[in-house]
């Protein structure tokens, strides 16, 4: 057997899934994205251990669009404000107090919406982000494993407008080799997930008749000016 071509395989047809069981979903996700920085607000991105791939996939970056910003857990361990091993432990997502110390670190809008990542969707400190925010009548998208979600006692959905699903199995465990579970499906499908916000976001500017705030490659001559033109109107809440 061609291990890596059954891989292949596999997520192609997970993709395929994605797209096909999610589009009006993922659709819906970009109008919210849309509509928030119509208001002047930023698409506020959190995510749990490997959920920061996905923010990392929307997080400014060439060919991505600009309102987009990172509560990184490693900008803050920087700032002191918290300390490298309770990100390594995990320990971080259940302090509570840390929700406290994102108003110290990151520059927040009653403007802003919320896209929480994460695997289970029952850490404390992501509850309670999306409790607050809905509170202040602030839109949240969750995206969660759902079939990992309902065995482990997930609450996240409970505060999501709307939701997406990374569509791997629990465990996500993707190949059998010889009697070894090996591999992943969550975070492939998660990232190719967030490209597609990205151009249904893109659409969204298209369909109003607006320019997109596309975020070019900083090998480009005069992409420093032109990134900044885009994300200092938003002072430092984006960068």
């Known amino acids: 057997m061609d291990i890596k071509k059954h891989y292949f395989e596999l997520i192609k047809e997970r993709i395929r899934d994605a797209y096909e069981l999610q589009a009006d979903k993922i659709r819906e996700v970009a109008e919210l994205f849309g509509e928030c920085a119509e208001n002047g607000g930023v698409i506020q991105l959190f995510g749990v251990k490997h959920g920061e791939e996905f923010v990392n996939e929307l997080n400014y970056r060439a060919g991505g669009l600009a309102p987009f910003h990172a509560l990184r857990l490693r900008d803050m361990m920087l700032k002191k404000l918290i300390d490298q091993d309770d990100i390594d432990s995990g320990v971080i997502y259940d302090d509570l107090s840390l929700i406290d110390k994102f108003d110290e670190a990151f520059i927040m809008d009653d403007r802003d919406m919320y896209v929480l990542v994460s695997y289970y969707g029952n850490?404390?400190?992501?509850?309670?982000?999306?409790?607050?925010?809905?509170?202040?009548?602030?839109?949240?998208?969750?995206?969660?494993?759902?079939?990992?979600?309902?065995?482990?006692?997930?609450?996240?959905?409970?505060?999501?407008?709307?939701?997406?699903?990374?569509?791997?199995?629990?465990?996500?465990?993707?190949?059998?080799?010889?009697?070894?579970?090996?591999?992943?499906?969550?975070?492939?499908?998660?990232?190719?997930?967030?490209?597609?916000?990205?151009?249904?976001?893109?659409?969204?500017?298209?369909?109003?008749?607006?320019?997109?705030?596309?975020?070019?490659?900083?090998?480009?001559?005069?992409?420093?000016?032109?990134?900044?033109?885009?994300?200092?109107?938003?002072?430092?809440?984006?960068?």
């Open 123 to 239: 850490e404390p400190v992501l509850l309670e982000i999306a409790r607050r925010a809905k509170k202040r009548g602030q839109k949240v998208v969750a995206v969660v494993n759902k079939k990992s979600y309902d065995l482990h006692d997930g609450k996240l959905l409970d505060y999501a407008d709307v939701y997406l699903d990374m569509d791997a199995e629990e465990p996500d465990l993707a190949l059998d080799i010889r009697g070894y579970k090996v591999g992943q499906i969550s975070s492939t499908v998660t990232n190719v997930i967030a490209q597609m916000l990205t151009a249904e976001f893109y659409d969204y500017y298209v369909r109003q008749g607006k320019e997109a705030p596309i975020l070019l490659s900083a090998n480009i001559k005069g992409a420093d000016v032109h990134n900044n033109s885009l994300t200092d109107p938003y002072g430092r809440r984006i960068r």
